[in-house]
Each structure stands twice: as C-alpha cells, then as structure tokens.
C-alpha cells in the first residue's frame, strides 16, 4: 500500500464500506424479525439476495470484460450507496413495510454484483504480479474486517439510536470508496473484443483451463461438504447445551480466524507452488471441521472454527492470485463473475447437505463425515489433475 496509491486508496474504501454494509445487513434482518416476528421471513432476506446475486454475478462479469471498468465499479459503488440512503429513508419514515426492505436487499445485490467483478479484475492492474498474493490477502483483511468488525458496530448503533443510524453510517461509508474509483485512470481491459461478451465465453474459457477449474472445485469441495453454519443452532444446543449466545461464538469463529490469517500472511509472497498450497488449505479446512465435530469442548471448539478460517483464507489468497495471474485482462471479469456465484452458492449449497445428513443421522455425524468428504475430495483432485500439484507462480499456465 506504501508503493501503490491507487490501490491503497481502493483497499480503504472497500474496508470502510464493507463494515457498512455489514451493519447494513444486520439491521435489515432486526427491521424484518421487529416487523413479522417470523425466523422464516427474516431468512428470506437470503433468498432475495442470492438471486440477483448470481444472475447478475455472471453478467457483471461479461459486463467488465467489454467496459472500462473504473466506470462500473463507480456506478456499482454509487448505486450501493443510494440504496442504503433508501433503507435509511424508510427506517426515519416508519414505513413498516417488509416489501420494501426485500426489494432493496435484492436491488443492493444487484448492484455489488455487477460492480464487484470490475473492482477484482482490476487489482492486477493496480499492483506488480510479484505482490498479486499480498493484495490478495489485503483484500480477505478488508472482507473479514466488515464481518467481524460491522455486526458488532451495528448491534451498538441499531441498540442506541435504531436501524437508520446503521443505514445513515453506510450511506457516508460509501463515499470512501467513491473517492477511490473517481481518482483512478480509465480501466478498459486489453484486448476486448468487438461487441457484447459473452458469459459462454467465460464458462468454455475455464472449461479449457485445467488448473483455473481445479481452484474452484477445490473451493466448491470446502464449502459444500465442509461448511456447517446451517447446524450451528444444533450444535450450540447438542454440543454444549448452549444458548443464543453460543450460536454467536460459532458463528464469529471462523471470521476471527480468517482476519488474524490475513493479517500474518505475509509469507504467502514466497510461495510459488500455488496448487499444492490451495489444497493442502482445503485439506486442512476439512480436517479442522471434521475435528470440530467430533470434540464437544466449546473453546477448543472455536479454535478449531479459527483454524478453519485461517487456512480458508490462505485457500483463497491463492486461488485470487492464480485467477488473476493465470487469465488473461480480457477474460478475469467473467472469471470472477462465475467466481462469485461459486462463493454465494456452494455455502447455500453446503447449508442443504449439511441440514440433509444431519436429518438421516445427527449433527456430530453430519459435521464429521463432511470435513473427511472435503479431504476426500481434495486427494481424488490431487490424484485426477496432478499438473495442478506442479503449478508455479513465476511460470503460471490457466
């Protein structure tokens, strides 16, 4: 960041605005619940948010690839901060109205995913690839910042003063990154074609790049078989005869982990054997979680979900710097478009696995064989695509 003032002034937007938008998104949900007094209305919040998420991920993609992308990531960024003034309005005005919270929430999703592929595809514009992985890493400090850092935030502000003053915060949070994207050059990437991109394009693309897809399915592995969060009711109840409360500590464990990983990641810059760090990451992951399972110790419960973050966050600096990398400019706004729509769907997808298996058994069951299934996973890719296992950063190939 001392070297690079473009970057630095993006990377702080994005820290102060993800903070926002995480208060944002805990005030949404209090405002619903206050409203219906229903759990399942205040998890369809969810539902509308996924969506738009993944219809519009792939196209923002297709989008950044054909446009400059300083202009997408200011209408992104502009668009975000008129929706939270909305909520805001609303929340002054008592409206009441869930309708309307649920159509902001679907439009606010909208809007990151069509600006967030254009502000990823271009961070290997901003910085030299030799610092690619410690932009990466800044990148998960910014995200786990807003998710640790913005619930808290919000859960004070909302308590003192209501859920406009969580709105009001974001709205201005916004104005960061605003400033960010106003000061950088035009951002067109090299090379585009005539016309529309295609999304096509981008999925024949990773089809034809063995490694770029191996990255992925190591990711979609993690999140389907190795993500519990669905049974952390469950578990707070069953394993230790918990309360809301330690449905909170569960659920802030792995956050807390990725963020101290992040911030002591600067080693990662000497690694060049990029796959093998990716799934011995994902290895890792799995095993943390499938010990969580079967110890019913709180605390060493939670320092398993940390250790579960951390090595999910080594996983994902590497995967971004191989993403990055390894494609070509033309083509990184579709990769990371389908990139997003890997990161909001494989957790809901892992929500229903993991909810399934504990339904046929129980929970401790459930957790367990998903961790060793994650590992699993890891050894068959490792076994299918050994090429991946070979993969060097200073000699990268797609």
């Known amino acids: 960041m001392r070297e690079h003032p473009d970057y630095r002034r993006v990377w702080s937007g994005q820290a102060v605005s993800s903070v926002g938008q ?8 209090v405002q619903v619940y206050d409203l219906t007094g229903s759990a399942f209305a205040t998890g369809l919040v969810g539902l509308f948010s996924l969506v738009p998420l993944v219809a519009f991920g792939l196209y923002g993609g297709a989008i950044a690839d054909t446009v400059d992308r300083r202009k997408l990531g200011l209408i992104g960024s502009a668009g975000l901060a008129a929706v939270s003034a909305v909520l805001a309005a609303q929340a002054l005005a008592g409206l009441g109205l869930v309708a309307v ?3 902001a929430v679907a439009v606010q999703a909208g809007f990151f995913a069509l600006s967030s592929p254009a502000r ?8 030299p690839a030799r610092q690619l992985p410690a932009a990466n890493a800044l990148n998960t400090v910014s995200m786990n910042l807003g998710l640790t850092v913005g619930p808290m935030l919000g859960g004070v502000l909302i308590g003192a003063f209501g859920a406009q003053a969580a709105y009001l915060v974001d709205t201005v949070a916004f104005t960061g990154t605003l400033y960010a994207m106003w000061r950088l050059p035009a951002m ?6 005539k016309g529309r991109a295609s999304v096509l394009d981008g999925l024949r693309f990773l089809r034809e790049q063995p490694n770029l897809r191996t990255s992925f399915l190591a990711d979609l592995a993690a999140m389907i078989f190795g993500m519990p969060r669905a049974l952390f009711p469950a578990i707070a109840v069953t394993f230790y005869a918990g309360d809301a409360r330690t449905v909170g500590l569960l659920v802030s464990a792995p956050a807390v982990g990725a963020l101290i990983g992040a911030l002591f990641s600067g080693w990662v810059g000497r690694v060049h054997r990029q796959g093998v760090a990716i799934l011995a990451a994902v290895s890792a992951w799995g095993l943390a979680i499938a010990a969580f399972g079967a110890l019913h110790n709180l605390w060493l419960g939670l320092l398993l979900l940390a250790v579960a973050g951390c090595a999910d966050t080594v996983s994902m600096i590497f995967r971004n710097t191989m993403m990055q990398v390894a494609a070509p400019d033309e083509m990184r706004g579709r990769l990371q478009g389908i990139f997003i729509v890997v990161v909001a769907g494989g957790p809901r997808l892992g929500d229903f696995e993991s909810g399934a298996v504990a339904a046929l058994s129980n929970p401790a069951t459930s957790v367990i064989t998903g961790g060793l299934a994650c590992v699993a996973c890891v050894l068959l890719l490792a076994a299918r695509r050994p090429a991946f296992l070979t993969y060097d950063a200073r000699r990268p190939t797609p």
């Open 22 to 29: 995480q208060m944002t998104a805990v005030a949404v949900s």
């Open 101 to 103: 919270l649920y159509a």
């Open 120 to 127: 990823s595809a271009m961070i290997p514009r901003l910085v």
């Open 188 to 193: 067109r990437p090299h090379g585009e074609r």
